[in-house]
Structure formats: C-alpha cells, structure tokens
C-alpha cells in the first residue's frame, strides 16, 4: 500500500507545486502592474502582497510600501493608501482628515484618469508578459526557414532512419519539393508503407534513399487531462499499430480515431526500442477553427510534427513582439468564443476548467520540460488578463465601468449602489468559480 501512496503522493505535490509557481508568476506580473503605474500617477501603496493570510516574510521599501509574502499562496493583492481593502473599494475613513495633497496620492482621490490607468494596467501587464515569452520563444528556438533543408532528426525506430541533418530534399515518393511548405503538403496524399523514397542534396551530390513518410505517428506533444495523458502516452512515443494494424503516418493514425467514433482502440507503441501495449478510449472534443467557430471531433490528446526539426533561423526582435502580439490576440479571441458557445450550447461546458484542472495542467505541463510550462505560464497569464477585463463588479472591468460612470455623471456611483453591484460581482464570481469546480470533479 505504502509503494502505491508515495508516487501518487509525489504527483499531487508537484502538481501543487506547478500550480502555485504558475499562479504566483501571473498574480506578482499582474499586481505590478497596478503598483508601478500607480506609482507613476502619484498614487501610493501601502502593501504589495504574493498571497493572503499570515505574514510570513516583509520588508518595507523607501516609498513607504510594504512587501510581503503570505501564507496562502492562492492570490495577492496592493492596497493603496486609503483603501479599506484590498479590492480598492470605499476608504478607511483616514481621507477626510488629509489635505488635498495627500488626497491625491490615494486611489480614491486621485483623478479619474490615474485610477483607470492603475487599474487598467494589471491586466495589460499580463498581456504584456505573454506577448514576451511568446516572442522570447521565436527569438531563442527560432522559426524555420523556407527551405526544405533536414535539422536534428528525432527519436524514431532505427530501420526507418536514413536522412541526416543537413540534406535537403529534392522530391518525396517523385513529387518535386522546393520550400519546406511543399514538403508539408506532400504529407498528406504520401503512400502509406513504412518508407519512402526521398530525393535529396548531400554534400553537393543528389542520391536517392529510403526513410519514414515525413509525419510519422510520433507523439510530439501530449495534452494534459487528455485521452493520452491519462493511460500514459508520453512525448517521443511512436505509434506503430492500431487494433493490430500497423501505420506509418500520423493522418492514417488520425484517420482510424476519426473512423472508431469513440471506440475503444489498442495501439502498439515503440518507445526508445521497448514495445508497449495501451488500451485507449478517445475523447469527444471542441476545437477552435480560425474562423472563430468549433468542431468537435474524436481525439487522443496528442500532436504530431516532422521526424526531423527544420533548419531555423533566430526572429528578429520586431518580428518576435509581432509573433507575440499575434500569439496573445489568438488566445483571446478562442477563449471568447468558446465562452460564447458554451453560454449557447454549442459546445460543451466541460472546456470550462476550475482550479484542480487548471492545476492539473500546470503539473502535466512541467513535467514535459520547462519549455511547455512557460508557453503554459504565458498563455495563462493571458486568460487572467482577458478574464480580469470583464465589466463584472470585483474585477478590474468593473471598477473601469465604475470609473466610466463617474467620468460621465460627473459623480460617482452611490455607495449603496456600489455595495450592491460588488455583492452581485461577488456571487457571479463564486457561482462560475463552482460551477468550474464542478467540471473539475465530473468532465473526463
């Protein structure tokens, strides 16, 4: 009994782990946010906390803010001068008894402009982290050129390994390639036999071998909470045979999921020269399209590329901000429109995640390289960003929409008013938080 508790144990602590890494990044980028711009209106801060509850490490800086480390790493929070808590709503009745001076460096005295630009500013500072790590990624790993030239070749079964780095392919099975989007387009009408022939250039002469179609049923990348994941499918698998039927490429291993319609499915794996068997029941799942809409389809929860990385080259830094800022936009618009048609019915509620799925991710994401867990952390850091945008009472929308009353009554909201709608915001942030929960305990 101990032998199976202790590896179970170890997961749940580096899933724990991974969680609060990935939250306390996001929440530190986003609180910063609110502070410096704060700061740069003038507005000063009392307390910048990483988490809630006991005080287990503080210091106080020479702007008089103080810096501290809680006990519950599920958040944090700046209070401004004034404030009577943490949300920046109502004050601590200390107002009435500054000067005018000293009201102007609160949040509730300031001018409407300073307040929205200090509110405004933590989810702009997700945004802005994301838009870096996506570009840092482009500018690191590079992207890949247009020629069709063979960089390091991945893990494959040796007899189907010919091609070296540095060749660059003339044809496939006799279809002329010229640019690396030639060669990817070839991966679809290929033959399905364990080899192809290749044309290729290697050291200034042409000849003519044998090796793997292009796209190989190796896993490149496994979805945590997936099909895949759960039996225990892993990075460089190779997927040799379904039911017994042995496959060559990863659209015939597309096109037998697609065709068992949510059967159970046997597929022989090869990994690092071991055969191994799994049992696997694909899963029904919304995808988004570019166009903004989705279709459902049955998956495994893994994705496929090249056996071979292409030669790349190092984006430039405009290119890379551009990638980045393209990156961020993509991931709002999915999120907004998988919302909407959850809220229709079009899809379904299960791609809503809670806390234990969201935390699940971070763990299946770190475990797969640190690599995976930043693109996790930025796309993450997206998500609160957009979330924390919405015009609901407790979140930063919703003081915006507050700030947008004020700049056109020319007064803000009634206290009363203002106690109702957080109420409001607060329910409708609890029920979602449950309901998230709830999917957490009964989506597959």
Known sequence: ???????????????????????????????????????????????????FGPVLFKRTDKHGTQWQLAALPLGG??????????????????????TEEERRQTMNGAAIWRRSATVAAGPLFNFILSILVFGAFVMISGRAVEAPVIGPVKTLPADVVTL???????????????????????????????TIAYEVEREG??????????????VEVVQPRSAAWDIGIRPNDVIVAVDGEPIHS??????????????????????????????????????????????????????????FDPVSERAGPLAAITYGVEQTIFIVRSSLSALGHIVTGQISTC??????????????????????????????????????????????????????????????????????LMTFGVALMGALMLFALFNDLVCP
């Not at 700046?78 to 500054?98: H, L, T, Y």
């Not at 002469?205 to 190796?218: K, Y």
Request: glycine content about 10%; some cysteine; hydrophobic content about 50%.
């Open 77 to 98: 929070y700046v209070k401004f001068r004034g404030d009577a808590n943490a949300a920046s709503v109502g004050d601590d009745g200390s107002i009435a008894q500054m």
């Open 351 to 420: 791609n809503l995640s809670g806390p234990i799925g969201i935390a699940e991710v971070s763990g299946a994401t770190a475990s797969q390289g640190i690599d995976q867990f930043i693109w996790f952390i930025a796309v993450l850091s997206t998500a609160v960003g957009m979330l924390n945008l919405f015009p609901i009472p407790v979140l930063d929308g919703g003081h915006l929409v507050f700030h947008a009353y004020e700049a056109v009554a020319g007064k803000p909201p009634s206290d009363s008013a203002v106690r109702l």
């Open 164 to 194: 070296e780095e540095g060749d660059r392919v003339l044809s496939v099975a006799g279809t002329p390639i010229e640019t690396l989007a030639d060669l990817t387009a070839a991966t679809v009408d290929l033959p399905q036999t364990p």
């Open 205 to 218: 002469q042409t000849i003519t071998l044998e090796a793997a179609l292009p796209m190989p049923a190796r």
């Open 250 to 307: 990863f659209r015939a291993l597309q096109d037998r999921v697609a065709a068992a319609e949510g059967a159970t499915l046997a597929l022989d794996v090869w990994r690092n020269g071991e055969e191994l068997v799994f049992t696997i029941e694909p899963r029904r799942m919304d995808l988004p399209l570019p166009d903004g809409g989705f279709e459902t389809r049955w998956l495994l929860g893994i994705t496929g590329a090249m056996f």
């Open 1 to 51: 009994m101990l032998g199976t508790l202790i590896p179970q144990f170890g997961g749940l602590i580096w899933t724990l782990l991974a969680f609060v890494i990935a939250l306390s990044v996001i929440v530190a980028i986003h609180e910063y946010g609110h502070y410096i711009v704060g700061r740069w209106c003038g507005i000063k801060a009392d307390v910048f906390s990483i988490g």
